[in-house]
Structure formats: structure tokens, C-alpha cells
T-cell receptor
Framework: DAKTTQPPSMDCAEGRAANLPCNHS???????VYWYRQIHSQGPQYIIH???NNETNEMASLIITEDRKSSTLILPHATLRDTAVYYC?????????????FGQGTTLQVKP | EPEVTQTPSHQVTQMGQEVILRCVPI?????FYWYRQILGQKVEFLVS????????KSEIFDDQFSVERPDGSNFTLKIRSTKLEDSAMYFC????????????FGQGTRLTVV
């Protein structure tokens, strides 16, 4: 599985956009980029995923560079409830597993 | 919205006892997973299960662990003889078929071995 690198922590002002970067320079052509978050030891929550095109849903936008070696998760209007650990995961589906390999993630602190 | 449910939310057990953690995956999902998270550490993959058999397991998932889908709705993780170091949050997850799908997690069971 390709490895990801994320900054350990970031701050963001409430109401502003939070831009969380992720490097995945060894990503393979058939690997997707997934983002999850974990709020205070709750179960990880799916946010968004993509292969090579930019993606947007009701929670966030995912921008993937053309060479696919990095991506950015954008929370357009961060709220205090978005304070969490955010995980960027490259998901390799070997056989039938689809397991997720979590790193340390980025702890996002949204401040009033 | 469908969700993965786990019971109990907190389990305290004595060292050496057997525990069974229970999960009800999302009903039309076919892939099931267990993960654990020791306090202050990252989420770790334990095992994946598909078509009534283990499809992959990590080195953590040794002979003390087993998984079962006893009926059409439940998915269980059994730890035969618990150790202090088994104390952790255990998360169940499930996903649909195919590469382009997301896995949904339950809220976890906090296992405390004393």
C-alpha cells in the first residue's frame, strides 16, 4: 500500500476554509485516495474519496494533483464540530480485502 | 441513514476471560472488518471477512482472535483469553462490493482488561 504523509497538526479559524494536505508520491494507478476523520475516539467517519478527478460532496472537496502524488481536503466553512483527526489513506484493494491502513493523521483544531 | 452498530459500548473483563464483541453491519454490505485502537495510538487493521471466510488478517490477529458471522446480520470478534494489552477500542466496519466504495465504521466497543 502506498504511504501517505500529513502534517501532524493544523489550526483553522471557525468559518474559514480548512485545507488539509496529503502527500502520496508512491500511489499506484489503481489506488484511490480516501479521507476519514475521527472525532475524539469515536468510530472513523468517511468523508470523501477519489481516483484522479476532483470530487465534492456535502461535507468536503477533494483536490488531487494531476500527477496524483498529492491531494488536499477542503472543508469550505469549518465549524467547531470539525475539530478532529483527519486521515488521508490510499486504499489498495488486494484480493477482496479493501482494508484501510491508518497513519497518524492531521489533528485539526478549529478555533472560535 | 443505515449505520454499523456495535455492542456493548464498554466491556470490562478479567484477564484470561473470553470476550465476544458484537457488530451488526449495514444490511446489504458484503465486506466486514475489525480494527482496534489502543488509547493514544493509531487505528490498526485486524481482519477482513468476505463470503464467510477471512480474506486477510494482520499479525495482531493471532490464534487468540476469531471472527464469525453466526447469522445473516451479526458479525462477531472473539478474544479467547484476554490479556491486559488487549485493552483498546474495537471498531467494526462494513463496505459494499467493488473498489470504489467506502467503509462505514461503528462507534466502537471499549474493552478494558483488568
Amino acid at each position: 500500500d502506498a504511504k501517505t504523509t500529513q502534517p501532524p497538526s493544523m489550526d483553522c479559524a471557525e468559518g474559514r476554509a480548512a485545507n488539509l494536505p496529503c502527500n502520496h508520491s508512491t500511489i499506484s494507478g489503481n489506488e484511490y485516495v480516501y479521507w476519514y476523520r475521527q472525532i475524539h475516539s469515536q468510530g472513523p467517519q468517511y468523508i470523501i474519496h477519489g481516483l484522479k478527478n476532483n470530487e465534492t460532496n456535502e461535507m468536503a472537496s477533494l483536490i488531487i494533483t494531476e500527477d496524483r502524488k498529492s491531494s488536499t481536503l477542503i472543508l469550505p466553512h469549518a465549524t467547531l464540530r470539525d475539530t478532529a483527526v483527519y486521515y488521508c489513506i490510499v486504499r489498495a484493494l488486494s484480493g477482496n480485502t479493501g482494508k484501510l491502513i491508518f497513519g497518524q493523521g492531521t489533528t485539526l483544531q478549529v478555533k472560535p | 441513514e443505515p449505520e454499523v452498530t456495535q455492542t456493548p459500548s464498554h466491556q470490562v473483563t478479567q484477564m484470561g476471560q473470553e470476550v465476544i464483541l458484537r457488530c451488526v453491519p449495514i444490511s446489504n454490505h458484503l465486506y466486514f472488518y475489525w480494527y482496534r485502537q489502543i488509547l493514544g495510538q493509531k487505528v490498526e487493521f485486524l481482519v477482513s471477512f468476505y463470503n464467510n471466510e477471512i480474506s486477510e488478517k494482520s499479525e495482531i490477529f493471532d490464534d487468540q482472535f476469531s471472527v464469525e458471522r453466526p447469522d445473516g446480520s451479526n458479525f462477531t470478534l472473539k478474544i479467547r483469553s484476554t490479556k491486559l494489552e488487549d485493552s483498546a477500542m474495537y471498531f467494526c466496519a462494513s463496505s459494499d462490493v467493488g473498489m470504489n466504495t467506502e467503509a462505514f465504521f461503528g462507534q466502537g466497543t471499549r474493552l478494558t482488561v483488568v
